[in-house]
């Protein structure tokens, strides 16, 4: 809208114009036209060249003041024609001041106005050039008003004569001629200066605004860069800082894992010997038990011996009593018999009863002094068996109490391998989260400039990540307090499990010695009524024993759930040693990722070469254009020597123009000074741009050392995620190491060859310098730039060493990077062999593992074979108390009818021996002491069978009963003898008796005789019919 406005009343003026010279000069308008239509066009070049520049001053704005300040130097030069026009005529000029006064204040008053709408001095600008060809016309104008009002004055007044009027005429046309020509000559002089001049600082002026707007370019391209560097590589370095820290720490934490490991190898070695002893004194504590068992059993069978001795002796007491009582009867019966019968017979039943006597006493002495040895055998058995305990408990909770520690120290080790592994799964946890927010930052970093928030999001992650450590670490805590609480009741459920078994093994040995008191202690009645009760407590016991087995099978169970959890952790282990191959894994991609970092730098680093390669290719292209100039300014200056010959040739003719070229040299000082003032602004501007310079320096430093920052390129390795064997990864290393290698030496080639070039175009480029430096030398000589583009070549001759130290320092930098990536790789190495090494000592624990779960399967096996040989020993018993109770019934009726067949023997006897003797051969008085005797021992032998009823009848004589008198007792001369009773040979229900009673003591079939009873043994027992006829059996 500005440019059609401006032609708008560009078209104006100009009708304007034509119209003031139709009413000015009617006459000469066909000869003033050519005049205008060359202004006119000269108009429009100038306009034309004016719009180029304005446009191009629009794409930079510093062109502005740069062509504002050039512009004046060029218009005193147009004006001063004007100037020597107005001096050669003054006539026509003091003639007619009032009126070209006024015309030209009009004029001017009407570019003002137009000055004024436009808001701007585009206008000025344009009229500034065009003085001269508008004074030229002002001039003739001015001609042609005077000749017109002087031909009005000579109409409206006298009429003059005629020489006069032809004299001003011809002086008239003369001056229009000369004016002519001179303005002709001056026209084309200042076209050709002006031509050549306005192609100097059009081509100067776009030259200018072409560096200042690519040095702005560059200036906020290169801050941008150098923020974002610097940025860049102070986060780069923070986070290599904070990864090699955490390498440290996950290293130290390893080699304290390797280190912890390699002691809990030795704990658990020592505790597999420790466990072997515990076996071996477990295995020497049961025998040790059952050796006490054995004494106890001992002792027990010799207190039961002593019991039976000691009633043996009550029972011999009676039997001696007996024996006195029977004595002092066979003296009653011998103090009778004496009178009738012969005193040998009485002394051979004396003496047979004192030999008698004397067997049992010496019988009984035996008795009580093998009581007394088995007291004190007891008694000795007795303490050993107790110093033997006491000794054998000491060393077994001496043994428990080591256990306990070696327990205590493992579960300390485990918890301390477990909090390693934590640790180090929370440091590789936090080392990804690290690099993702690395990542983020970067990215948020090129979007934009604000680090305050990525650090404050970062110090939040970071306290979030302690945070959640804490946690961990609590729950952690917790979890190995419940694991140690857990491993207590294990260890209590394996002491309960022991005691269990040395209790079964306790009761089985009990049962044996039963089952072998049973079998030795079935030869009386006290001894079945004990097996009674002793069923009784084994019924009680194996329902004990029952519980026993059922709490053992829980334990069992129990302990089938603790190898399924130990499979667990086992399974669990397996999944982190996974886990840490999946880090491993991680940890090779973030290297993979940061190599490709390095790769972008390096693409970065190759596009910032190629952009300083176009640079010098423009600046090349510069100094070839600039070489152009040169070449048309030297043509330039061949015209400036034409144009010289031309005016020698007409210095005759400008004699008369003296005067103004005395102006014009007053022009040419104000143009100077303005040249000075133009001088010292270019040298400020040039200040500035070297100020700039050294932050381009520093930007160019920053440059060369940004991709020294960042990692290596990245390698093409395919890290596989399983390896067949050791051999090949330690081949698949050796490949990776050998090609990092490869890529370190081709990226050094590329480095060297990527200086040469750079140093190549920074040769060039001094070189092209040193040319241009020639040129403007060249150029000051004759023109005035040449002091700015020396300042601008001193400070583009710094360059090249501040970047070579750059690149050197770059190069130093990448050579450190190589060897940390080296021994990061080494560091993987040592990572892998130890986890290859941890692998082999989870392989050894599971085997160990499984051998502990076959030693529990066989155990368990031992204790069901055990249990079944329990239950058969268990169902013979009963079958046996079953045939037990069936041998006693049958005793009982054997019994009852031997008794009842001596009460119908001792009947017998008793008749037989009334009927024995004849009371009329006694003598008077006697009749009634025998009868008297004779009813008293009746009385006596009824109350022998009747109360006490105890008879040793021998087994393998006849059981007869006592023999009656013999005949010599009889009165001499009586014809009538009694014969004696019938006596058996053998009696059944003896022999019947004999034979359960060898049955009850040997039920299996093996006779077993008593050692004191000889090769025919005869058992002595008593009995005594109670109040309802039962017989109670006492065997001895």
Same mark, same amino acid.
């Given at each position: ?364 002495? #035996? @008795?009580?002094?093998? &009581?007394?040895?088995?007291?004190? =055998? +007891? *008694? %000795?058995?007795?303490?050993?068996? $107790? !110093? ?9 909770? #001496? @043994?428990?109490?080591? &256990?306990?520690?070696?327990?205590? =120290? +493992? *579960? %300390?080790?485990?918890?301390?391998? $477990? !909090? ?617």
């Amino acid at each position: 809208m500005a440019d059609q406005s401006r032609q708008i009343k560009l078209a104006a003026a100009k009708k304007k114009l034509k119209e003031f010279q139709q009413k000015s000069s009617p006459a000469s308008a066909g000869g003033e036209k050519g005049v205008v239509v060359a202004g006119a066009k000269k108009k429009r070049k100038v306009k034309a060249n004016q719009l180029d520049l304005a446009s191009e001053d629009r794409s930079s704005p510093e062109n502005v003041n740069t062509f504002a300040d050039v512009e004046p130097s060029v218009l005193p030069l147009h004006e001063d024609p004007s100037h020597e026009s107005a001096q050669s005529s003054p006539v026509s000029n003091s003639i007619n001041t009032n009126v070209t006064n006024t015309e030209f204040v009009g004029f001017n008053n009407e570019l003002q106005n137009y000055n004024d709408t436009n808001g701007n001095g585009d206008i000025s600008e344009e009229i500034r050039p065009l003085s001269s060809t508008e004074s030229l016309r002002q001039l003739s104008q001015q001609l042609n008003g005077l000749v017109s009002e002087s031909s009005n004055t000579y109409v409206n007044g006298d009429v003059p004569p005629v020489g006069e009027r032809e004299l001003e005429t011809q002086q008239s046309l003369d001056l229009s001629d000369q004016l002519q020509k001179e303005r002709k000559e001056f026209e084309q002089k200042l076209t050709k200066e002006q031509s050549a001049m306005r192609e100097q600082l059009q081509v100067h002026i776009q030259t200018i605004g072409i560096l200042v707007s690519e040095k702005s370019e560059l200036q906020t391209a290169l801050q941008y860069t150098q923020h974002a560097a610097r940025q860049k590589s102070a986060e780069a370095e923070e986070f290599n800082n904070r990864l090699q820290s955490t390498k440290q720490r996950v290293s130290e934490l390893e080699r304290t894992l390797s280190t912890v490991s390699t002691q809990q190898k030795t704990v658990e070695k020592h505790n597999k010997e420790l466990e072997k002893e515990r076996d071996n004194l477990r295995v020497e504590v049961l025998r040790i038990n059952n050796m006490s068992e054995e004494s106890k059993q001992q002792s027990s069978e010799l207190s039961e011996q002593i019991k039976l001795i000691t009633q043996e002796n009550a029972s011999m007491k009676l039997e001696l009593e007996d024996l006195h009582k029977r004595l002092e009867l066979a003296d009653l019966v011998l103090q009778q018999c004496s009178s009738q019968s012969d005193p040998s017979s009485a002394n051979q039943q004396m003496q047979l009863l004192l030999e008698e006597k004397q067997h049992l006493e010496s019988i009984n002495h #035996q @008795l009580m002094e093998s &009581v007394s040895q088995l007291t004190t =055998e +007891r *008694d %000795r058995y007795v303490d050993q068996i $107790q !110093e033997e305990g006491r000794v054998w408990k000491d060393k077994t909770e #001496q @043994l428990l109490t080591q &256990v306990a520690l070696v327990a205590e =120290e +493992r *579960d %300390r080790n485990i918890s301390r391998v $477990q !909090e390693l592994e934590t640790s180090i799964e929370d440091l590789k946890t936090s080392i990804a989260s690290l690099s993702q927010e690395k990542e983020t930052p970067i990215e948020a970093d090129l979007q934009s400039s604000e680090p305050s928030e990525s650090e404050v999001a970062l110090q939040e992650a970071l306290n979030n990540i302690q945070q959640q450590n804490d946690v961990l670490t609590a729950q952690y805590q917790a979890q190995l307090r419940d694991n140690e609480q857990l491993s207590r009741l294990c260890s209590e459920q394996e002491g309960r499990l022991g005691e269990l078994e040395r209790q079964v093994e306790s009761r089985s040995q009990e049962t044996e010695d039963r089952r072998r008191m049973l079998e030795d202690v079935q030869s009386d009645k006290a001894t079945i009524s004990r097996a009674l009760t002793q069923n009784r407590t084994l019924k009680d016991q194996l329902a004990e024993l029952q519980n026993g087995f059922v709490k053992l099978t829980n334990e069992n169970m129990e302990l089938t759930t603790a190898i399924q959890s130990e499979h667990h952790v086992k399974k669990e282990l397996a999944r982190r040693m996974g886990e840490l191959q999946e880090e491993l894994h991680s940890v090779k991609e973030q290297l993979d990722e940061k190599t490709k970092e390095v790769q972008a730098v390096l693409e970065q680093r190759e596009q910032l070469v190629a952009h300083l390669q176009q640079y010098s290719a423009g600046y090349q292209t510069l100094a070839s254009e600039r070489e152009q100039l040169h070449h048309q300014y030297l043509q330039q200056c061949q015209l400036m020597d034409r144009l010289q010959h031309d005016e020698s040739q007409g210095r005759v003719q400008l004699e008369i123009s003296h005067n103004q070229l005395k102006k014009a040299q007053d022009h040419l000082e104000q143009l100077v000074q303005d040249n000075e003032q133009l001088k010292t602004e270019v040298k400020e501007l040039l200040n500035g741009s070297a100020l700039a310079s050294p932050s381009r320096d520093q930007g160019d430093g920053i440059e060369s050392q940004e991709p020294d920052e960042s990692p290596q390129i990245s390698s093409s390795l395919v890290i596989p995620e399983d390896f067949e064997s050791q051999k090949e990864m330690e081949e698949f290393i050796r490949g990776a190491l050998a090609q990092v290698e490869a890529e370190r030496d081709e990226a050094r080639r590329q480095l060297q060859e990527e200086h040469r070039l750079h140093m190549a175009a920074r040769h060039q480029a001094s070189v092209a310098l040193s040319l241009e430096h020639h040129s403007h030398e060249a150029e000051h000589s004759q023109g005035e730039h040449s002091h700015c583009h020396h300042n601008h070549e001193t400070s583009e001759d710094v360059v090249p060493g501040e970047v070579h130290q750059a690149l050197q320092a770059a190069m130093d930098k990448l050579q450190q990077r190589f060897t940390s990536l080296m021994q990061e790789k080494a560091d993987l190495k040592e990572r892998v062999e130890e986890l290859e090494h941890r692998c082999i000592q989870l392989s050894g624990e599971t085997d160990t593992i499984g051998e502990y779960i076959a030693l529990y399967q066989s155990q368990r096996a031992i204790m069901k074979q055990k249990h079944q040989e329990k239950e058969q020993y268990i169902t013979m018993l009963a079958q046996d108390k079953e045939e037990m109770k069936a041998k006693l019934a049958e005793l009982q009726d054997l019994v009852m009818r031997l008794v009842a067949e001596r009460n119908e023997w001792y009947n017998r006897y008793i008749s037989a021996t009334a009927g024995k003797v004849n009371p009329d051969l006694l003598p008077p008085g006697h009749d009634l002491v025998r009868s008297e005797d004779h009813s008293h021992t009746q009385s006596e032998m009824n109350a022998i069978s009747g109360e006490e009823a105890m008879e040793v009848i021998p087994l393998s004589e006849p059981s007869a009963a006592h023999e009656g008198p013999s005949p010599q007792t009889l009165a001499p001369g009586s014809s009538h003898i009694e014969p004696k009773p019938p006596v058996p040979t053998e009696d059944g229900t003896a022999e019947q008796i004999m034979q359960l009673l060898q049955e009850i003591q040997n039920p299996q079939g093996v006779p077993r005789t008593p050692p004191f009873l000889g090769e025919n043994p005869c058992i002595p027992f008593f009995y005594r019919p109670d109040e309802q006829d039962e017989v109670k059996i006492l065997v001895l």
